[in-house]
């Protein structure tokens, strides 16, 4: 079998991750994150059907490939990423209502602050919440889901801000304490 190229390789895992969790329960959809404004990092994400909104597990395709590139066979590659998306399956998560976002007072427990690089983010950040210290953007962030080993996390947008009638200094600040 001649070597897969990168595309055919992410059509490949996604088929038959699906396949091996039980193929009419799952469905796997290539979802792009942005990780700065430069840089998009594939990633595939992995759902039962008709699953409401929220966190999924998913895994990025791009140490995988590498992987099978360097040597591993695809069963050695697949074998890998499902103990990956059946850890994230079985690990209990805390997930955060999406409603949070409609008060503040719901929501201001779920706010965090993270410092990330301002020149290699500044057109993702021009619809959220931050502020500028040279080279630093400490951006406002909200906590959506949490388990032992991971937090995850979205930007709040300045949308959010006008919505709940607050000054977005002050939901910085709130975020700190």
């Not at 895992?13 to 792009?32: D, R």
């Not at 209502?97 to 965090?112: G, R």
């Not at 950040?125 to 953007?137: E, M, Q, S, T, V």
């Not at 607050?166 to 304490?177: G, I």
Request: include cysteine; glycine fraction near 4%; proline fraction near 4%.
């Amino acid at each position: 079998m001649a070597r897969l190229d990168y595309e055919e390789f992410k059509e490949y895992c996604m088929k038959n991750v699906v396949k091996v969790l039980g193929g009419s329960k799952y469905e796997a959809t290539s979802q792009p994150i942005q990780s700065s404004d430069e840089i998009v990092i594939d990633s595939v994400q992995i759902k039962e059907k008709n699953m409401k909104p929220g966190y999924f597990p998913s895994f990025r395709v791009q140490p995988y490939y590498l992987d099978y590139c360097n040597g591993k066979t695809l069963g050695e590659v697949m074998l890998d990423i499902i103990k990956t998306i059946e850890g994230f399956l079985d690990k209990p998560l805390v997930l955060a209502d999406p409603s949070i976002f409609n008060t503040f007072d719901e929501a201001k427990d779920n706010l965090i602050i993270r410092p990330i690089s301002y020149k290699k983010n500044k057109k993702l950040l021009k619809d959220h919440i931050y502020k500028r210290h040279g080279d630093i953007a400490i951006v406002l962030y909200m906590l959506m889901q949490s388990s032992n080993e991971s937090l995850g996390t979205a930007k709040v947008a300045r949308e959010i801000a006008k919505q709940w009638e607050l000054n977005e200094d002050f939901l910085l600040q709130t975020a700190l304490y």
